[in-house]
């Protein structure tokens, strides 16, 4: 009797247990359902939010190929530059012409419009719909519900100093095309998804879809696209199957609400700024045609800050001068009125003169491998300066700049005839002769080297695209130290001749500072690991900025004030 009696109590022992377990699972569920509706709320006020803006898109593209020393090598290049647009569907407005989005409208949605070669069998030639770049920051248009998507938790995690909660996310049969594939990172304060992993399916007939990485900021309370990094293997370019890596950056979200700021805030301007005659007794003919030319630069300088291509002023800005200034001292040289430096937010390699401002663009001093070789940059462009060859003082005139910003590369071009890049090199080399960097010529030559070696495979990274390229069929800059340098060897982890591209620099993409990349170096210690001029993925330390929107507002019209000396 005893035996039946314990039996029986663990029969309803057992069977309590099993109707707590599933009051516990059923609360659980009912908490995740709870929280993944969270999470598709505030996905849907957030893209609200951010169609709001109209920031700078750039994409990058390189192919590669395997290389059995070197891990592999770039074949090949794409370059996109333009604003996007998230009002409605993801769009893009090309800075450099027409685009497979203007004249595909059927595709901007997709990434890439892939086209049966009947010769190739299973490969595929692609023709590019620049705007499925900018659909790589929305998860999906419609929505993340649980209608269409089945979420899973997976575990709980750090990015940066924000605590995540990680999704595995898979669409549902029957979901729809172009539905998201992968894993989200969401944060566990306001569920506002900060990353997002993986690529979307069901494509229609001819569509093909990149594998990607999507990342976002946070400023004014809002999680903005920020970066992306893309990577697919087996495609096909010229019939050659390779490895397709791409980072797309957005920037300029502030800039982009600029326009009403412009006439509706009141700016106070300090004491200091003041007309720049002398001791108001007028200008004479020499100082008038100086403050003619300044004129001109300052508005061209300006129509490249507002349209977001340039950065505001920065400490950065103070390092190249600095570097400038020590060109001078050395060199017993006075420049009137002072030279400025100022750094343009593009990828392409490229640096150029406005008057007497220097304008490095961010991809060239992210691969510059030390200050030896950014002081022969700088030393060329001041050959410029010190020879004379002014900014076009059409620029003078206010009506000058007065067009749309996809105009700004075409309107503004700042390129030097040939007869004027050889006398700027031939002035430089006397520059850096007597120079800090007079004994650091081997670096100088060697990075130059790196660039010619590329200029076929990469050509839209090496190309100037507001100035002079830096190596040409023409007039390569710097030849004489290019000639001297020692042989270009891509094995030896000793012999840096470029960085891959984001080495140095960090840009804030909403208020477009830019400032040096605080990431600790890390040795490189094989041939593999050298990267030079190559794309490399992203990883962010992400945080919280609860600035407010006078803050914000006072630093999108900051960059209105500080030209108007």
């Known amino acids: 009797m005893r035996i039946k009696r314990l039996a029986v109590w663990m029969i309803f022992l057992l069977g309590c247990s099993l109707t707590l377990f599933a009051a516990d699972t059923s609360v659980q569920q009912t908490e995740l359902e709870r929280v993944i509706d969270r999470i598709a709320a505030r996905e849907a006020t957030n893209m609200k939010e951010v169609a709001k803006f109209a920031p700078l898109i750039e994409t990058y593209v390189q192919f590669l190929k395997p290389d059995k020393d070197l891990g592999a090598v770039p074949i090949d290049d794409r370059y996109f530059l333009g604003r996007a647009s998230f009002a409605r569907r993801a769009t893009d407005d090309s800075f450099l012409g027409p685009t497979a989005s203007a004249t595909k409208p059927g595709f901007l949605r997709h990434v890439l419009e892939a086209v049966p070669r009947p010769n190739l069998k299973l490969r595929r030639e692609i023709a590019w719909v620049p705007a499925g770049f900018v659909q790589m920051a929305v998860i999906d248009p419609s929505g993340l519900d649980r209608q269409h998507y089945d979420l899973r938790f997976l575990r709980r995690e750090f990015v940066g100093e924000i605590r995540c909660l990680v999704f595995s996310v898979v669409p549902k049969p029957r979901a729809g095309y172009g539905r998201f594939l992968g894993r989200i990172w969401v944060e566990d304060q306001d569920y506002s998804i900060v990353r997002f ?122 390092i190249l001068e600095t570097v400038v200034n020590n060109l001078l001292v050395t060199n017993n040289l006075t420049i009137e009125p002072d030279i400025r430096c100022r750094v343009l937010l593009t990828a392409p390699i490229e640096s150029f003169t406005i008057g007497h401002t220097i304008v490095l663009s961010r991809g060239l001093l992210d691969v510059l491998p030390d200050e030896a070789s ?150 490189v210690m094989s041939a593999r690991e050298k990267l030079p001029l190559q794309l490399t993925p992203f990883f962010l330390y992400l945080v919280r900025n609860d600035q407010s929107e006078e803050k914000h507002a006072a630093a999108a019209a900051e960059p209105l004030s500080a030209n108007s000396e």
Do not use: C
Request: charged fraction near 25%; avoid cysteine; aromatic fraction near 8%.
């Open 197 to 318: 992993n993986g690529t979307y399916v069901h494509p229609k007939e001819h569509d093909t879809y990149l594998h990607f990485d999507s990342w976002r900021i946070n400023a004014n309370r809002v999680w903005l696209p920020a970066y992306i990094y893309a990577e697919e293997g087996a495609i096909a370019i010229d019939r050659k199957v390779s490895t397709l890596r791409a980072q797309t950056r957005f920037w300029g979200y502030s800039a982009s609400q600029r326009a009403e700021n412009e006439f509706t805030a009141v700016l106070i301007h300090s004491k200091d700024v003041n007309d720049q005659s002398d001791n108001g007794s007028g200008f004479s003919p020499l100082s008038a045609e100086r403050a003619w030319e300044r004129q001109a630069e300052d508005n061209v300088v300006d129509r490249l800050e507002r349209s977001a291509l340039l950065a505001p002023q920065s400490p950065v800005d103070k």
């Open 374 to 523: 950014l002081g022969a940059v700088l030393a060329h462009e001041l050959g410029h300066i010190v020879l004379t060859h002014g900014v076009d003082t059409k620029f003078a005139f206010g009506d000058r700049t007065l067009f749309a910003d996809d105009q700004t590369l075409n309107r503004l071009a700042m390129l030097r005839t040939a007869d004027e890049e050889t006398a700027a090199d031939k002035k430089a080399v006397e520059l850096l002769a007597n120079s800090p960097y007079k004994d650091k010529s081997e670096s100088i030559g060697l990075f130059l080297a790196q660039l010619k070696s590329q200029r076929a495979v990469l050509p839209q990274l090496v190309r100037g695209r507001f100035g002079n390229s830096l190596v040409d069929d023409h007039a390569p800059r710097l030849s004489a130290l290019m000639n001297t340098a020692p042989k270009l060897e891509p094995t030896n982890i000793q012999q840096l001749a470029a960085l891959p591209l984001g080495a140095r620099l960090s840009v804030d993409p909403w208020s477009d500072h830019v400032e040096l990349s605080r990431a600790k170096a890390v040795a």
